[in-house]
């Protein structure tokens, strides 16, 4: 997919589907791969930030010494999981869980990637996008995002669309990782991370899919778009069953 078409599709997503702001590339640069030039280089930011970023129009660079999350720092391969985390003992001081054995659970069934795999993640708005992103995390409103997983649902033959969550690592794991890893689209209800650090809204969660099925959702977004969603919004069938009810029928 030529760049020129990545950018078109996600304008075209965005108007189509009304979101709030820009779908978000996310590039994972190999060692020794040269970041591109011009993009922020973040520092003390944890990756749903960089999300967060990207989503409103920023070019950013987050690396293993900029990254400040240490469950996503683990996530990328970036650093090893620190003791509090692994033995579930952290999540219950954020109040997250009160069984440190469930939270060591959930570390425990956590996707990764390899160690040193990855040595940097690119992310940008993907309207502007200068480089082939390998994944396309998008925030916003669920109903928009269920269109998405319909559009999505259609691309790929009509095969349902399966979700894995812990409710934990939303935008790192369940939205960028997992995508990567089993090349299918992931969606998430959010964490607590990225709904404390960020401006993602109490009506919004997150998704995500590898870039290669961004031809195929656009171009079913676009087929939705004709009838399907303006009716859906338009709650015809609601809107009479409200007149009905009060006809008195």
């Not at 791969?33 to 930011?45: I, R, S």
């Not at 939303?170 to 998430?188: F, G, K, Q, W």
Request: proline share 5%.
């Amino acid at each position: 997919m030529q760049l020129d078409e990545v950018r078109a599709s996600a304008a075209r997503i965005a108007a189509w589907l009304g979101l709030r702001g820009s779908l978000v590339g996310v590039r994972l640069l190999a060692p020794g791969e040269e970041p591109p030039g011009g993009a922020e280089v973040l520092h003390h930011h944890r990756y749903c930030q960089a999300v967060t970023h990207a989503r409103h129009g920023a070019s950013v660079i987050l690396g293993r010494e900029g990254i400040s999350c240490p469950a996503a720092a683990r996530a990328f391969g970036f650093r090893v999981l620190p003791e509090q985390l692994q033995s579930g003992k952290g999540l219950v001081g954020f109040g997250i869980v009160s069984d440190p054995a469930v939270g060591q659970r959930m570390f425990e069934g956590m996707s990764t990637l390899a160690p040193g795999s990855v040595a940097a993640l690119h992310l940008f708005p993907l309207d502007r996008a200068e480089h082939a992103p390998d994944v396309v995390v998008v925030e916003d409103e669920v109903e928009k995002l269920m269109w998405l997983a319909l559009a999505s649902l259609h691309a790929t033959g009509g095969a349902r669309v399966q979700s894995s969550t812990a409710v934990l690592q939303a935008t790192c794991v369940d939205a960028t990782i997992l995508p990567y890893l089993e090349h299918r689209m992931n969606l998430s209800y959010g964490c607590y991370g990225c709904r404390e650090a960020t401006d993602i809204g109490q009506d919004e969660a997150v998704l995500g899919f590898p870039a290669a099925l961004l031809p195929g959702i656009a171009s079913h977004v676009e087929f939705l778009a004709r009838r399907a969603i303006p009716a859906a919004r338009a709650k015809g069938a609601w809107r009479a069953l409200d007149q009905e009810r009060q006809r008195g029928g």
